[in-house]
Nanobody, 125 residues
Framework: QVQLVESGGGLVQAGGSLRLSCAAS????????MGWFRQAPGKEREIVAS????????YYADFVKGRFTISRDNANDIVYLQMNSLKPEDTAVYYC??????????????????WGQGTQVTVAS
């Protein structure tokens, strides 16, 4: 089992920045594909970014390319999502997730085995 805890959310003005962190605990003797997802009220959960076990491969949804950066610190079992140039439409609950399979990367929520509780990000216009 892996437990994931997100932090770093909050209220920010449009154009501002936030850095989300996701700390893993439990079965961290192996590495996992990690993903950040978000869900706005009344909308489906959607992929924001994903990073491979080594950190050498990443995926970004089109709506965050050039603004968000996913990274990981495997020594400390933390994954980050640096969010710059935030827009009101980025307002959502952000979740981190871990995939324990041997895939290189995946963007499908159903492929992820472990989820955090989420952290609220609110971008004011």
């Amino acid at each position: 089992q892996v437990q994931l805890v997100e932090s770093g959310g909050g209220l920010v003005q449009a154009g501002g920045s936030l850095r989300l962190s996701c700390a893993a605990s439990g079965r961290t003797d192996r590495t996992y594909i990690m993903g950040w997802f978000r869900q706005a009220p009344g909308k489906e959960r959607e992929i924001v970014a994903s990073i491979s076990r080594s950190g050498g491969n990443t995926y970004y949804a089109d709506f965050v390319k050039g603004r968000f950066t996913i990274s990981r610190d495997n020594a400390n079992d933390i994954v980050y999502l640096q969010m710059n140039s935030l827009k009101p439409e980025d307002t959502a609950v952000y979740y981190c997730a871990a995939d324990s399979t041997l895939r290189l990367l995946t963007v499908r929520p159903e492929d992820y085995d472990y989820w955090g509780q989420g952290t609220q990000v609110t971008v004011a216009s």
